[in-house]
């Protein structure tokens, strides 16, 4: 019973760690600049505007529920694109993306937020608006 109770203290511990250092991750790429990137995704950084990168992956859980929420905010807000790492990994390491569903607000080439994890409607806005 000893040794389980250790294991599973461990395990804990670990997931805790993954947790937190995803979230630095997060923290310290902000502010950094927008890495080059070519085709359409180049092409809206460009204009310098805002724009939220959604990266996700078809087979992850937590991008199954969030990707209907940014496909509905797709429609109001004309920012959002939506990265499918699956078909475009090299993106995705271009930006540091660590793990899926991941948010990265570029704005004037530089990257203002960087949130690894879902995000309910509510989050998604307030990142979009501020």
């Keep these: 019973?000893?040794?389980?109770?250790y294991i599973v203290m461990i395990f804990i511990g670990f997931?805790?760690?993954?947790?937190?250092?995803?979230?630095?991750?997060g923290v310290l790429k902000r502010g950094?600049?927008?890495?080059?990137?070519?085709?359409k995704i180049g092409k809206a950084l460009a204009r310098n505007t805002r724009t939220l990168l959604y990266f996700y992956?078809?087979?992850c859980s937590a991008c199954k529920v969030m990707t209907p929420i940014i496909d509905r905010l797709q429609?109001?807000?004309?920012?959002?694109?939506?990265?499918?790492?699956?078909?475009?990994?090299?993106i995705?390491?271009?930006?540091g993306v660590m793990g899926t569903p991941s948010l990265v607000l570029v704005e004037d080439q530089?990257?203002?937020?960087?949130?690894?994890?879902?995000?309910?409607?509510t989050a998604i806005r307030k990142l979009l608006e501020n």
């Design 1 to 5: 019973m000893d040794i389980l109770f």
């Design 15 to 25: 997931i805790l760690f993954i947790q937190i250092y995803t979230r630095l991750q």
């Design 32 to 39: 950094k600049p927008v890495p080059h990137v070519d085709g």
């Design 57 to 59: 992956t078809p087979t």
């Design 75 to 90: 429609k109001e807000f004309s920012n959002i694109l939506k990265i499918n790492l699956a078909n475009d990994l090299e």
């Design 92 to 95: 995705g390491k271009q930006f």
């Design 110 to 121: 530089k990257i203002r937020s960087f949130v690894v994890g879902a995000r309910n409607e």
